[in-house]
């Protein structure tokens, strides 16, 4: 199998398209973010990475606090618009008819139209390079009754976004089940023996 | 909408399944991480966060190198496996068949049979509860041949795995396009005016 050097790049799959929320002067506003992932269990924390200049880290830092939207399918147009214009000019909310609530954390504005809502409280910041990179700490989920079965989060209802660079910037669906986890694995291991 | 409230925990659409590979006292070693996402883009950075006794960790510890490597589908047995079992026990590269091979970095091995690899350096350790969250600079990528589209990685020929929590933990391929990123966000914008 001939590999191809592509020199260092941010290619990774799949990568989110996370909508990342903070009240920015009391207002509050949205922007998309791809560099995110899980960075701990116990207890719950995840990552998301900012470019210094965002609008919407001025209220992070405001506030020591933010959200995590995961946006379906049928407001892709919302979500590539919330990563394409600033709050810094426009009211993205407004424009985007996003019902915004909030949670224990108080100050972190969450999106009603996304089935999946994480509040974080801001713990480290790193500087690198580009890129802010905060950990923040899972406070609350939370997930729109009508995503959920047997009452846990159903991806299937979510139909959440993927989103993709390489030959195409595209947004992907997920697709098929494919094995499950903790489970195919086993097949190797007993096969072993 | 009605929300419901799940409580604090590790819930995001979609999270990888990657195989994150380390020379452990000079012998290639592969385990699962779905807790990963990008930290910078210049320099291109990215965050693997393991739990802190991993047989992994040392090696990554040792050699202050690591590697990303994403699967496709057609290795989600052996991508399962390297999650179930640990190199501290067992040979997983000989169990699974992974051809191992080198890039700059020198010791950080990468897994020929998977599309997409990534070579880092460790640069920050954050110790958070549970897990050790890395941030590595990608040094290097390497793209099999097979799955270049134009010189460009090409998802439809990586087919890449994506980890999914919630009522089901499972694997699931990529689906659909949805829209094109940079680009549906127009229309609003547009229409705005």
Redesign the interface.
């Known amino acids: 199998?001939?590999?191809?050097?592509?020199?260092?790049?941010?290619?990774?799959?799949?990568?989110?398209?996370?909508l990342v929320g903070a009240n920015v002067s009391g207002k509050p506003n949205f922007m998309t973010a791809?560099?995110?992932?899980?960075?701990?269990?116990?207890?719950?924390?995840?990552?998301v990475?900012l470019?210094h200049h965002r609008f919407t880290l001025r209220g992070i830092k405001e506030n020591g606090t933010f959200s995590?939207n995961?946006p379906s399918?049928d407001i892709?147009?919302?979500?590539?618009?919330?990563?394409?214009?600033s709050g810094d000019k426009?009211d993205k909310v407004g424009?985007?008819g996003f019902?915004v609530?909030y949670?224990v954390v108080k100050t972190a504005p969450m999106i009603?139209?996304c089935p999946?809502?994480?509040e974080c409280i801001l713990?480290?910041t790193?500087h690198?390079?580009?890129?802010a990179?905060l950990?923040g700490?899972?406070?609350?989920?939370?997930?729109?009754?009508?995503c959920?079965?047997?009452?846990?989060?159903?991806?299937l209802k979510?139909n959440?976004?993927?989103?993709?660079?390489?030959?195409?910037?595209?947004?992907?669906?997920?697709?098929?089940?494919?094995?499950?986890?903790?489970?195919?694995?086993?097949?190797?291991?007993k096969a072993?023996r």
């Open positions: 199998m001939k590999k191809a050097q592509l020199g260092p790049r941010t290619l990774l799959y799949p990568m989110p398209a996370f791809a560099w995110s992932g899980i960075a701990c269990s116990t207890p719950p924390m995840l990552t990475a470019q995590v995961v399918a892709v147009k919302e979500t590539d618009y919330c990563g394409i214009v426009e424009v985007c019902k609530f949670g009603e139209q999946v809502n994480l713990m480290h790193l690198l390079g580009s890129h990179l950990v700490q899972i406070e609350e989920v939370h997930v729109s009754e009508e959920l079965t047997n009452g846990e989060p159903d991806v979510i959440p976004l993927i989103y993709c660079t390489g030959a195409d910037k595209k947004y992907f669906a997920f697709g098929q089940s494919v094995a499950d986890a903790f489970s195919v694995g086993l097949e190797i291991k072993k």
